[in-house]
């Protein structure tokens, strides 16, 4: 059973920065592909970015290319998000994911077995 713990969020003017942070905790960190999705308020949760198990690979939502950036750090079992040049429309509840161990990277919500409580991220303008 692997837990997930975020943190890191809070209110940014726009075009401010956040990182956020997740560590996990049980079962083998680096088995999993791990991922970030948001939940603005009245919206359905969505994709933003994911990486692989050893870090070597990417995937973003268009929305937040070259703005947002996934790493991770298996040697302390956490994975990060670098939010630049933050939006308002950015504003949401941020989760953190692992997916279904020695799955690869990917962007399907059901293929990630492990959620973390969110952590919320607010963007004025």
């Known amino acids: 059973q692997v837990r997930l713990v975020e943190s890191g969020g809070g209110l940014v003017q726009a075009g401010g920065s956040l990182r956020l942070s997740c560590a996990a905790s049980g079962g083998t960190f680096s088995s999993h592909a791990m991922g970030w999705f948001r939940q603005a308020p009245r919206k359905e949760r969505e994709f933003v970015a994911a990486?692989?198990?050893?870090?070597?690979?990417?995937l973003y939502a268009d929305s937040v290319k070259g703005r947002f950036t996934i790493s991770r750090d298996n040697a302390k079992n956490t994975v990060y998000l670098q939010m630049n040049n933050l939006k308002p429309e950015d504003t949401a509840v941020y989760y953190c994911?692992?997916?279904?161990?020695?799955?690869?990277?990917?962007?399907?919500?059901?293929?990630?077995?492990?959620w973390g409580q969110g952590t919320q991220v607010t963007v004025s303008s």
């Open positions: 994911a692992a997916r279904w161990e020695y799955l690869s990277a990917g962007r399907k919500m059901d293929d990630y077995g492990y």
């Open positions: 990486i692989t198990r050893g870090g070597g690979s990417t």
